[in-house]
């Protein structure tokens, strides 16, 4: 059983047992997070079902084991023969993820 769902812009295939890291979600690790309006497609022993844009009744279940930050990226912006150079980084906000369950219509 495969499901595929779409939180912060992207999309994902799951499996039960599938870890992520997605952009940071609310909740505390340990906490079981439910997303049912976000399921793009879901195949299970029936067949498969493709939403419109979403499956009604398809939710599928995470449970949060943390949060962190990503790896520093260098922004780096220049204008040639201006002598105009700024240069900042960033840290992405994470939270890793781990599917429970994936729960069909």
């Given at each position: 059983?495969?499901?595929i769902?779409?939180?912060?812009?992207?999309?994902?295939?799951?499996e039960?047992?599938?870890?992520?890291?997605?952009?940071?979600?609310?909740?505390?690790?340990?906490?079981?997070?439910?997303?049912?309006?976000?399921?793009?497609?879901v195949?299970?022993?029936?067949?498969?079902?493709?939403?419109t844009?979403?499956?009604t009744?398809?939710?599928v279940?995470?449970?949060v084991?943390?949060?962190?930050?990503?790896e520093?990226?260098?922004?780096?912006?220049?204008?040639?023969?201006?002598?105009?150079?700024?240069?900042?980084?960033?840290?992405?906000?994470?939270t890793?993820?781990?599917?429970?369950?994936?729960?069909?219509?």
């Open positions: 059983m495969y499901a769902i779409r939180t912060s812009g992207k999309q994902y295939r799951i039960p047992g599938t870890v992520l890291e997605l952009d940071r979600l609310e909740g505390e690790p340990g906490k079981i997070l439910t997303l049912d309006g976000n399921v793009l497609l195949s299970d022993d029936t067949g498969l079902k493709v939403g844009p979403v499956v009744g398809a939710a279940d995470l449970e084991m943390g949060h962190f930050r990503g520093k990226l260098v922004v780096f912006k220049m204008k040639r023969r201006k002598r105009n150079r700024c240069k900042n980084g960033h840290r992405q906000e994470l890793r993820v781990r599917v429970k369950d994936i729960r069909a219509a």
